[in-house]
């Protein structure tokens, strides 16, 4: 997944996850470190970073929330929150968020884990449950197979499937 692309999709978890909130994406080339803005239900605003890390494992350092301080000072803002593909958050990082606190700084620290804990419950655990002869699914797979016969390419008992 492209860095827009999942700045999209956390877009949409933030939005999925929370009741009476607005989140947008901002996430664009010189859009001053800001990816997402979530304004929860007491209409407190959270800038949020979203940051992909390729490398597995991996860590967040200091720096990046460094970068989000940064962006929060010259925005006017005090809460913000991070989230990372990484497996975890540096000792370092974590340290100076609990300083943070002290001058009035609320950063949240989001990592594969916590991220992956947010879109559980997004999941159907069990979706062929839901599966009946008008589901999306199905349909979607009638219309492949009826244009594969339409054009004689091949048909499932090729593959000794049926």
């Known amino acids: 997944m492209d860095p827009k692309e999942l700045e999209i999709f956390v877009k949409v978890i933030f939005s999925s996850f929370y009741n009476n909130c607005d989140v947008y994406h901002i996430g664009k080339p010189y859009d001053k470190g800001i990816d997402i803005l979530y304004i929860d239900s007491d209409k407190k605003e959270w800038l949020i970073q979203v940051k992909r890390r390729k490398k597995i494992p991996s860590s967040e350092g200091i720096s990046t929330i460094r970068n989000l301080l940064g962006t929060l000072v010259l925005e006017g803002k005090k809460c913000g929150i991070v989230v990372s593909t990484a497996d975890h958050f540096t000792h370092e990082a974590c340290k100076n968020v609990n300083r943070l606190r002290d001058l009035g700084y609320t950063i949240k620290l989001i990592d594969k884990h916590k991220l992956d804990l947010m879109l559980d419950p997004l999941i ?17 797979i009638d219309m492949w197979l009826d244009d ?6 091949f048909t499932l008992d090729h593959f000794n499937l049926i």
């Open 148 to 153: 594969i016969d339409n054009k004689n390419q």
């Open 124 to 140: 159907p655990k069990e979706p062929w449950l839901d599966f009946d002869e008008n589901s999306w699914i199905k349909t979607s």
